[in-house]
């Protein structure tokens, strides 16, 4: 009976969902925060708050960007530097709308993506960047994740960028993001990386 329960306790713990903690600031656009946190910027166009919330909160919002060109490949960018660990691996993911608004194109693209830096704040590139291009889906919100990225050796923190794409000139596009994601895909640390057994007991 003891070995039973003891089993089934251990099932429970190895099955019970692990919650990863999302290490950006303001991620949910909530207000009165606005864009607080986000550092925006455009080779043509603007990064703005929208009151247009995924779950339709009254409280909540989410980052529009609008690009309006005259050259082919231009975006806008809005990113953040956290810190991280290195080693552990790590995933971005953001929620994105297109609209069908009258004069808006879709002949662009939404971008997730991060790179590991070996400074806190985000200027000495470490390598081991990662992202994903999503296409537009018009008037759907769409989830996009990028693939796990491992944090290299040294590395202290990431760069988390999200954009919005505009590939044609003169083609005005227009996206929203929304319930943005940057967290650790390890579970725990210490897989005896360290040289010792710090943090098992027996």
């Not at 708050?49 to 806008?76: E, K, N, Y």
């Not at 083609?171 to 640390?189: G, H, K, P, Q």
Request: glycine fraction near 8%; charge should be negative.
């Amino acid at each position: 009976m003891v070995r039973s329960t003891l089993c089934l306790a251990i099932a429970v713990i190895v099955t019970a969902p692990v919650s990863a903690q999302n290490l950006l600031v303001n991620p949910g656009f909530d207000v009165p925060d606005q864009l607080t946190g986000w550092t925006c910027t455009t080779t043509s166009g603007v990064a703005s708050w929208s009151m247009v919330d995924r779950l339709g909160s009254p409280t909540s919002g989410s980052m529009q960007h609008d690009v309006s060109a005259d050259a082919d490949d231009r975006s806008v960018r809005c990113t953040q530097c956290v810190p991280i660990v290195e080693n552990d691996g790590y995933i971005a993911s953001a929620w994105y709308y297109w609209p069908d608004d009258p004069g808006v194109f879709q002949t662009g693209s939404t971008r997730v993506t991060f790179s590991f830096y070996n400074d806190a704040g985000c200027t000495v590139n470490a390598g081991g960047g990662v992202g994903k291009i999503a296409f537009p889906v018009l008037d759907t919100w769409v989830h996009v994740n990028s693939p796990e990225g491992i944090a290299p050796a040294g590395s202290v923190a990431a760069g988390v960028f999200f954009f919005t794409w505009q590939y044609n000139a003169n083609e005005f596009v227009r996206a929203r993001l929304d319930d943005l994601d940057f967290s650790t895909t390890t579970i725990f640390r210490d897989g005896f990386e360290s040289g010792d057994i710090a943090a098992w007991s027996p």
